[in-house]
């Protein structure tokens, strides 16, 4: 599975975006996608997840009520939806499939970060203050 991540950009804090995982080649109804940030200096942080068929979604506590994500079957593209946007989430944002389904709860996908073997180029999220 092939992934192309859009939709980063500069913002003022307060406001929103929305990036695009378009993916390409075989997906699956039991893969996970899930996106991933990257700020300057830190680790690859989880942020979200969702299945592909879209049953079931799972949020970082630091951007639960803020964020969401979706999932359009037909256009093969899933997205992150992001409003009330703070300084401290910008980061290179990365979308991840994770085809193996590695960990689920009934409420909560994986979180780490070796569980997702396929990963887009990631695009970039400034949040001005």
């Known amino acids: 599975v092939q992934l192309a991540e859009s939709g980063g950009g500069l913002v003022q804090a307060g406001g929103s975006l929305r990036l695009s995982c378009a993916a390409s080649g075989r997906t699956s109804s039991s893969y996970v996608m899930g996106w991933f940030r990257q700020a300057p200096g830190k680790e690859r942080d989880f942020v979200a997840a969702i299945s592909w068929s879209g049953r079931t979604t799972d949020y970082a506590d630091s951007v639960k009520g803020r964020f969401t994500i979706s999932v359009d079957n037909a256009k093969n593209t899933v997205y992150l939806q992001m409003n009330s946007l703070k300084p401290e989430d910008t980061a290179i944002y990365y979308c991840?499939?994770?085809?193996?389904?590695?960990?689920?709860?009934?409420?909560?996908?994986?979180?780490?970060?070796?569980?997702?073997?396929?990963w887009g180029q990631g695009t970039q999220v400034t949040v001005s203050s």
């Open positions: 991840a499939a994770d085809t193996l389904q590695s960990f689920y709860s009934g409420t909560s996908y994986s979180k780490q970060r070796s569980d997702y073997a396929y």
